[in-house]
């Protein structure tokens, strides 16, 4: 099979980006961050003036240059990534080792920041990225590959255990979850025969005590318990808990108005600048507010596998499923844990919590999807391909 | 499209075509999840929202801290080293004070009025209380440990302005009560209550209780509502921590070593530890310069800080601490190490006892020795010539222990060093012990030399430990620090046992050993180390150091153990660097300096303790019957005189004699231990003016001498040591009144240069 095989796309002919540019995508996307803008000043309520103020210039500066990338991205062939695919995963690699250098930085009990000079950097985030790049060109070999399965397996295995593995290290428990859903979500879309689901379903059982005991820290374990029980915690997870119910409850239709929350003003809901935003957002724009970043999540997924449905290959298929399942699951996490269905982690809710590296490598992701979506075959909203 | 997923069938393990199937299950999956999450948003905002409200309203002021009691540090008998005191914490809530009702017209000035008030009662700066109260949020510490009249003022404030939203809450402060007192063992703990060092470090876990906490659910209309309930969690209390030091003991090892630093100008500090053999308990471990524990970082005493003055001095920067660190926060017992010269001879002999190369009454011979080039020479000139082994020890021969050792070997000698446990800590739970230093190879001059102590280091508390090995019996134990630990309640969570390393020699040996030591006090170099009527075994060292030549630093020290029949104690006393001896031949040894000051504290420990004592002849013969003082309270001039007489004192009386008067004041006081035939002085008139005398030199005169020449002047005598005068306090030539005690210490010479 010849190389040109592979795809259906005419790559010599570059798309007419303002005929396929993804609008409503991009729409979805400046929606949310641009809620996240309205949010975060009074999210950050009771915190130094000059925190606050930084921390805003920040967040603003992450917001255009995340839109400049995102749209940079578009026009660029996501082939490039696929061809870069293992430089960019082995620089990542890199990234997530300085954190054990004197670059290192430890927050919130978990040593996996490292400290650039001007700004501090998580290097999980565009790591999420770079394994999903990886397992795409895997995944994509493999269908194509004939006669060496075994090679493709321990090539997959590998590529996307060695991240995960760093991150159980830092102790980072929401965003390895992260990985374990969008690698189980690309499989399943790539077509895994269901029996094998089951037998990781079993290992991954198996493997539960020896991750609770070695990958947990006291702070992660307490939460996860205090979920199912959360008496055993009062005035620690348990407390965090309540007082976001408190905090969506008290919102109702409209909300309190914008720095008026009574929850978010007693200072008590912990990183409500990040991990419990969306109870700041409930509290003080209530139902309303809420609705809002729900249906713009909406449109975003429902948009990201459509552009995966559509792709013009292989590759393009799996990354667009990879980046959804990514964001799906901290919308879902994220979102849940703030009204009570999850366990707390400390996984951001995308666009919306403060912090550049995150929204840095979101809008990154969307530059990613926007370039799919350019190159994509043509067809309606949920248009057939063929 | 439908080529390649023909291609794929081929591939087993995945299943081809599934793409848009696959995708259009996750498709309905999400959006049915997404629906739940929007349905539950829903949920909490309007079906619980009312509820969820009203508890929202009550959660407007922060959790605030009842902060948990440090637990308390005891001596071996109950008495308090270590204590947190109750002292509050001031915070304020400034969304209360913005919002109190009483002065909604005018709230800015309100908002002043506070931060004026709480800055100038609590003694803060006030732009910073000012910050605070006009920050949005609910809370905000203002200060910490307050103590309790500052907030009596504070809260009649609160009460006569009515103010609302400040709150005064527990907190805790540590207190030691005996300031330096033990000062290395009990450490301190920081600002947070945290343990900085000593046992407050190594037992923070223990010490630190959980804090409680008050989840306060009242609304910012102080209105409580009908749904508000105050959650309280009580705190939970840290675990109290007995020690086996005794206070009394430290506190006259304390004293002993000051003074001695002090009389002999000691450069260098000094360290005594006192064991119970028996156990390995440590009863008093002191080290000099200390500090005093309430102001651990205060400008350090008792030793030279070049570069700095108390004027600067602020604690806080590293430079400091570092100096501090290596001075007075430094626990010499433990930490340093030095050679501990003749006092290692008896760790010799129990190897060559032990082994059988000889027996205590073994001939020996005392003649120089020249071992690989080097000649090894006893400190008497001549030689002690051939004498019995014991009689070598109380010479302290060092060519006769050169050459057992080398008859014994060095691979049997070092295993000997080993046992005793001269390679390995000590095992105790204080932190910082220091590591001893040995030849790695010795060769057998190195083993020749340290046969008698020489070119290796030890560390105070190894020595301490081996005598005690020594003194029960062979067993070889873990220096003990903290005897028990027990919770809040009075429950006993930790309790200390008896911890035997090894046994390093037979009983037999040891008992021998004992016997030669007794009378190297009794008889030899450590004869300044005899105290009256107790049977004390040890031996003295003076211990050179690599700067001996250049400045003459000389490390001083005296090992005993007492009773020798029934060792109770081990007493290690060590001052490193003294620079003069009162004594006009200005001697430095461990015989002329550490041995009678070792024996003035071991006197006092026996005493505390309530120690048997036998007194052999000889001591009755030196020592003067001496007899208390009585009391001449409510007496007559006669009365007093005829008690007087029959305890064998005589009376002087000043101002008018006449045996119906009563008795206004006596000197000595009731209670002091005087000779028979000693004088006491009365006054019968409550002005009357005190009769002065000079106080006569004493130097080189025997007791008797002293004695006399003292009751000539009407002053009385306080007996320390055995034979010539050496120091005596009050100096010669001071003016005092009649009737004063003049503090006398006795030495024997002859033995200048031993070790």
Redesign the interface.
Known sequence: MSHSDRYDLDRSKRPNMLLKFDYILFAAVIGLAVMGIIILPSAMLGYKESVIKSTFIVQIGGFIVGIIIAIALSCVDYIVFRHMAIFFYGANILAMLLVYSPLGVERYGSRNWIDLGITTYQPAELMKLATIIMVALCLEDMKLDNGRTLYNVLRIGFFFALPLGLVLLQKDLGTALVFVFFFVIMLFVAGLKMRYFAVTAVAALIAFPFVWKFALNDARRSRILTFFDPSLDPIGAGFQARLAKYAIGSGQISGKGLGNGPINNAGQLPVKDSDFVFSVVCEELGFIGASIIIFLFFVLLIKMIGISRRSSDYFGQYLAIGIFAMFLFHFLENIGMNIGIMPITGVPLPFISKGGSSLITNFFSIGVMLSISARRKSGGFFGESS | ?KK?EK??E???????????K??LI??LC??L??SM??V???Y???V??A???K???N?????RVITAKRGTIYDRNGNTLAISATVYRVSINP?DIKKDENHQDNIAEHQKHVAEKLSEILDVNYAEVYEKVM?????QEIKRKVEDEVITELRKWIDEEDIFGVYIDEDAKRYYPNNSLASHIIGFTGTDDQGLSGIEAIYDEHLTGEDG?I?TEVD?ARQSLPLAEE?R?EPKNGNNITLTIDETIQYLVEKSIEQSVKDYNVKNGAACIVMNPNTGEILAMASNPDFDLNEPFAFPTGVEVEGYDESTWTGRTQEEVNILNSTVWRNKALSDTYEPGSTFKPISSVAFLEEGLITKDTIVSDSNYTLMGSTIHCWKKATHGTEPFYKAVWNSCNPVFARLAVQLGVEKYYSYVRAFGFYDKTGIILSGEGTSIFHKEPTELDMAVAAFGQRFQVTPLQMATAYCAIANGGELLVPQIVKEVTDSEGNVIEKAEKEVVRQVASTETCKTILEIMRGVVAEGTGSNGYVKGLRVAGKTGTSETVTTDIDGRYIVSFCGIFPSDNPEVVILYILDHPVSNPNQTNLISGGAISAPEAAKLIDEIANYLKIERVYSDKDTSELKNTVMVPSSENKTVGQFKAELKKVGLNIKVVGDDNEDLYVKSQMPAEGYLIPEGSTVVVYTADDAQEEMVEVPDLKNLSVNEALNKLNSKNLCMKIYGSGKVMKQSPAAGELVPIGTVVTVDFRTLGFEGAE
């Open positions: 499209m390649k291609n794929t081929k591939i087993t393990w995945i299943s081809g075509g599934q793409l848009r696959r995708s996750i498709t999400f959006t999840l997404l999450l929007a539950r948003v829903g909490i905002q309007f619980k929202g509820e969820y409200q508890l929202a309203t959660q407007q002021t922060k959790t969304r920050k949005t949020n609910a809370y906490y989840l910012a959650v969690i």
